[in-house]
């Protein structure tokens, strides 16, 4: 049998930080075992904890370890953050797994439960998966965080998203690596980002070593991020800061933010909040005071948002002389976290499409939506303002859409282009213009129906193809455009020719039998003279703008590349 004590005494915990993706403040720091490779035999982390099981020591080492941890993490001296922990799965399988002990470790370092999270993974072995929902359970009934993670790469996927109620999924580095080069990773980042959100559960972008992929990352709502980009594990805690100031410039120096998105201070009601350590009595006078609110926000000593107690439910207490008497009994505990009820709330960052598609979704009964900035409480927005700002977004989006495809029009394509062309532009920009080849004698002959449904076909395949960060308009008639950040040429010019070749092929199936075996149509031309014409395409124009980009030949430059694009099967580009 190993010498578990020996064994225990080599190794160490490296921490690595946990950031806030809009603001560079850190969230929490993972620990991370280290020195394994001083223990003879062994090659790996996991070879440590598979011996273990084997052993049936497993349950023993992991409490041991978790001390560790958690003592070296007691001296970081940053207020209010959180050490993410890694749970082998399998220790629910020993017959001394027994619940309570975190508590008492968290004591003795003076450590609250809301100061752990707990990593469980969705990878490794059958027995391992089949652990995972009952230990997610176990420790959600303890009130511990849980952070599902190297999500994506198990074989539990979407089903485990759906049943676990984590409160926080890492996506595994595999989907980050090359995320700004990769469309198909960034659609499935994106699309589990917004089912996290909607889910109430916030997303741990790990792995990211680039400020392209930081910035990819941030894009499609990634709350938090992790990698060496922020800092390398470290085996110092003094090495850890509140604040990653390397972040914060690339935060500053980004120059994307869609404004139209952001909620403005005057739909955010301020009321005033009150913390977890008011006494019932004090509550009760708050609500004696303010007598035109019917509920209150709770916050904890860092001012993070905990929830809301409703006035209806402590009222018999307050009405009472027994519960004015037992209020005002010091003896008696002050904390008002029995009476705190969930309340719906929504990061700040999210934007006002996903917190009105939350309300719509989560709402039930509720006045209203609670708005937090990095956890901390900001404010309110009541129903009536939630109303207003989606009816002003309706009309917004209704203003600058092609009333055909609903797609932007040319207002925001032009605050696109406007975007792209200032000076020190740090990012690449492609922009590619679309137009449809013989479209008219189409139109002769088969009617402005079916130029229509074209014009449709080819809106939906830009969308269904180009990534979700893309920004996709149409310009009116046959024309459209798409404008793409942070792409490689070489993408953006092979995704362009697919999606050529493929509307072709498509369009083919508008036409008449006869037509699409012959391969043309026959009808007047300008000049009122009949003559042949090919089936519907549609020709490309690309041009890439950079930091070194000539925008006063912007106008010039793109008109030569259309006109050298018309006609054209494979897309024409250039360099602004």
Known sequence: MPNWTEIIEKLDYAFQPIIYSH?????????????????????????????????????????????????????????????????????????????????????KYGLNKDRICFELSEKGTAIEQNALSTMIQKYKQSSYTIAIDDFGIGVSGLKLLYFSEANVIKLDRFFITNIDQDSKKKLFCSSIIEMAHIMGMQVVAEGIETAKEFYTCKDIGADFIQGYLVQRPTLQINDITSTYLNIITLINDDKRLNATNIINDEFIEEITPLSVNTSLYDLFVHFKENTKIHFVPIIDEFENFLGIIYESDIKKISYSQYGLSLAQNQTVSSTLIKYIKPALSVEISWGIDKILEMYNLKANDSLGIFITDSDKYKGFINLNSLLTLSYKRNIEIATNQNPLTK???????????????????????????FDFNDFKPFNDIYGFRQGDRAILIFSELLQKRYPKDAFIAHIGGDDFFVGLKNYEYKEVYDLTAEIQEEFKNSAKNIYSKEDKKNGYIISKDRFNMERKFDLLSVSSAIMEINGESNINNFDN????????????????????
């Open 23 to 107: 603001s560079g403040k850190i969230y929490a720091v993972e620990a991370l075992l280290r020195n394994t490779n001083l223990i003879p035999e062994l090659t790996s982390i996991d070879d440590l904890f598979n011996l273990a099981f084997n052993d049936d020591y497993l349950y023993e080492l992991d409490l041991q370890l978790r001390e560790k941890a958690i003592s070296k993490f007691s001296k970081i001296k940053i207020d209010n953050i959180k050490l993410f922990y890694n749970l082998d799965n399998r220790i629910i399988y020993n017959k001394k797994y027994s619940q309570g002990n975190t508590a008492k470790i968290l004591k």
């Open 407 to 433: 797609l932007p029009g040319n207002n925001q394509i032009e605050k696109f282009i406007e975007k792209s062309l200032k000076k020190n532009q740090k990012v690449i920009t492609h922009i590619i213009y």
């Open 557 to 576: 430059s793109l008109n030569i590349l259309k006109k050298a694009s018309k006609g054209s099967d494979k897309p024409i580009s250039s360099i602004l």
